[in-house]
C-alpha cells in the first residue's frame, strides 16, 4: 500500500492516507489501498477501535481527484462512485468503532469519508465541505444520504446547495463532528479515546454499534427488536459474566477476552 500507512499499537489500528502532497486526495489508487487496509481491519477479530486520519497537518483528505474525474464518462462516474461507496460503507458497518481524526481539510470526499466514521474529533484548524455542486457535479460518495443523517436538513442542504466551506467550531456547532481540539492535541486525543473504547467488552461494543445503525435505519420498534436480540446475545458470551463477575466484585482493571 504505497498511498495508506496501517499501525496497530495493542487493540487499536490506525490508518493514514499518505498522500500529503496532493493533500491526501482520494484517486482510484488510494481508494484500492484504503480497501486493503479496511479489510486488513475487519478480518482482524484483535482490533477493537480504528483510527482514520490523514498525513501531515494541512489535510484529513482534501476531496477526490479532480484531474482524474475530470474526463470520466457516465459509465466510469458510476462506477467510481459505487467503488467509493462500497469503501465507505465497509467503514462505516465494521466490527468496531471508527474514530476520524480530522487535521485540516475535509472536503467532498474527505468530509463524505470523515463522515462514514462512527465519531469524528477535529482539529481546530480543520475545514468541512461539499464542494461538488461548484464543480457541476453532485456529492457521489454518500454525502447527500449521510451528511442529512448527521446535522438537520437545513443545513445539510445549504452546506451542498452553497458550497460553502464551514470551519471546525461550526462543524461541532450543527453536530457534525463530536469535539474540537488544538491541532497538537488531537492525536493524543484521539488516542486516549480509542483506548477507552479497547478497554471495553469488544463483542458488546460491536453488538450496540449495530444496534444503533440499524435501527437509525427502520422504525422505533424494529430498533428496539434489535436492541433486544443484540442485548441477549451477549449472555452467551464468556466477556459478560466476566464483566458482571468483575464488577459484583469491585475489580477496575478489566481484560476482556472477546470471547
Do not use: W
Amino acid at each position: 500500500m504505497e498511498n495508506v500507512i496501517l499501525e496497530k499499537n495493542g487493540h487499536v489500528s490506525k490508518i493514514t492516507i499518505n498522500r500529503p502532497k496532493a493533500l491526501n486526495a482520494l484517486s482510484t489508487d488510494v481508494l484500492k489501498d484504503l480497501e486493503e487496509a479496511v479489510n486488513t481491519v475487519k478480518n482482524d477479530d484483535d482490533t477493537y477501535c480504528l483510527i482514520i486520519t490523514g498525513a501531515g497537518d494541512k489535510s484529513f483528505v482534501a476531496g477526490a481527484d479532480i484531474a482524474e474525474m475530470k474526463d470520466k464518462t457516465v459509465e466510469e462516474a458510476a462506477e467510481y462512485g459505487a467503488y467509493g461507496n462500497k469503501i465507505f460503507r465497509e467503514i462505516e458497518t465494521l466490527h468496531c468503532p471508527v474514530i476520524a481524526a480530522v487535521n485540516g481539510f475535509a472536503l467532498g470526499g474527505g468530509c463524505e469519508l470523515a463522515m462514514s466514521c462512527d465519531i469524528r474529533v477535529a482539529a481546530d484548524n480543520a475545514v468541512f465541505g461539499q464542494p461538488e455542486v461548484g464543480l457541476g457535479i453532485t456529492p457521489g460518495f454518500g454525502g447527500t444520504q449521510r451528511l442529512a443523517r448527521l446535522v438537520p436538513a437545513g443545513i445539510a442542504k445549504e452546506m451542498i446547495f452553497t458550497a460553502r466551506n464551514i470551519k471546525a467550531d461550526k462543524a461541532e456547532k450543527i453536530g457534525l463532528v463530536n469535539a474540537v481540539v488544538p491541532a497538537e492535541e488531537l492525536m493524543a486525543t484521539v488516542e486516549k479515546m480509542a483506548a477507552g473504547i479497547a478497554k471495553n467488552a469488544p463483542i458488546a461494543v460491536a453488538q450496540a454499534k449495530k444496534a444503533i445503525n440499524n435501527g437509525l435505519n427502520g422504525t422505533i420498534d424494529e430498533g428496539i427488536a434489535e436492541e433486544v436480540k443484540d442485548f441477549s446475545d451477549c449472555f452467551a458470551t464468556e466477556d459478560q459474566r466476566y464483566g458482571m463477575d468483575c464488577f459484583l466484585n469491585k475489580v477496575r482493571d478489566k481484560q476482556f477476552s472477546n470471547k
